[in-house]
């Protein structure tokens, strides 16, 4: 399948997440979240979503990263193209193809997605997880666009730190966090951040990118924030409509974040 792809290299600048993921990086990756609550939910959404599309035979992985999900597209018969940018994130993608029994079902392939040009869908279904949040506000729609490409049908995007200005959504977070078990600073500083963030979206300010630095270099330590009108907006362009979105309340979360901030799975269906 590989030979469907036609790399139009375009020589833009990189994203400081496009560059991270490394042999050291690559080789900690899973270790250093798989006890996480955060991923444990996600696996079990991209499962419930594979479950309500019922009738596919192939999906597409882009970034597969270390093929995190080998063992569930296993239980759910597909065939899979794996798509990352990394060689070593491949690397380790490629030792988890026996181990989950999908030999000769799964294609790995190191393309950088905002220069895939497939003649045709690459498959029917396309999972992206934990990849807008290390691509640069000028980078976004390049990458957008090359994620659409892929598949025919659905995709399930997963997103980190959504800016989200919508009152009623916000609110709602609001309220989730003065009832949950946080500590009374934690609910202030949650307040505060959320009356922040909403005046920063009202007056249209862009906020800046979260710059963070890590003791062991194992997290990207310059990730963004896009806005969700945004990211829908650039994949209707392409056709694709947003059907449901699953958003993650959880008191560990809510403390890092504020209520226009989320983190989300949306599943979105191709209409034209
Ligand atoms: C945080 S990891 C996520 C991997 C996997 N989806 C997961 O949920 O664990 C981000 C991955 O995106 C890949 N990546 C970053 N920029 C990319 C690009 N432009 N094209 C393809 N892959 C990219 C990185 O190499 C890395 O493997």
């Not at 939910?41 to 999906?59: K, S, V, Y």
């Not at 999908?102 to 396309?126: I, K, T």
Request: aromatic letters at 10%.
């Amino acid at each position: 399948m590989s030979d469907q792809f036609s790399q139009d290299i375009t020589g833009r600048k990189r994203s400081p997440g496009e560059t991270f993921y490394t042999r050291e990086v690559a080789v900690q990756y899973e270790k250093l979240r798989k006890n996480d609550r955060y991923w444990s939910w996600e696996n079990d959404i991209l499962d419930q979503c594979l479950r309500a599309f019922g009738d596919l035979r192939d999906i597409a992985d882009c970034p597969v990263g270390t093929g995190r999900f080998m063992d569930i597209y296993s239980s759910h018969n597909l065939r899979v193209v794996g798509i990352d940018i990394s060689t070593d994130m491949l690397e380790e993608a490629g030792n988890k193809i026996n181990a989950s029994g999908m030999e000769g079902r799964v294609e790995l392939v190191e393309a950088d997605v905002s220069n895939l040009a497939p003649r045709e869908p690459v498959a029917e279904a396309l999972v992206c997880f934990r990849l807008l949040h290390l691509i640069s506000d000028n980078n976004l729609d390049d990458v957008i666009s090359g994620l659409a490409m892929i598949p025919s049908r659905h995709i399930v995007l997963q997103q980190f730190s959504v800016k989200d200005y919508n009152i009623r959504r916000a609110l709602r977070r609001v309220f989730h966090a003065l009832f949950s078990e946080i500590s009374l600073a934690r609910k202030i500083k949650y307040i505060c951040r959320t009356l922040r963030d909403m005046i920063v979206g009202v007056l249209g300010l862009r906020s800046v990118s979260v710059f963070s630095r890590h003791k062991k270099n194992t997290f990207c330590d310059v990730t963004y924030s896009h806005s969700l009108a945004r990211v829908l907006n650039a994949f209707a362009r392409r056709g694709f409509l947003m059907k449901y979105i699953f958003d993650f309340k959880d008191n560990e979360h809510l403390m890092g974040e504020s209520g226009c901030y989320l983190s989300v799975i949306m599943v979105m269906e191709k209409t034209k």
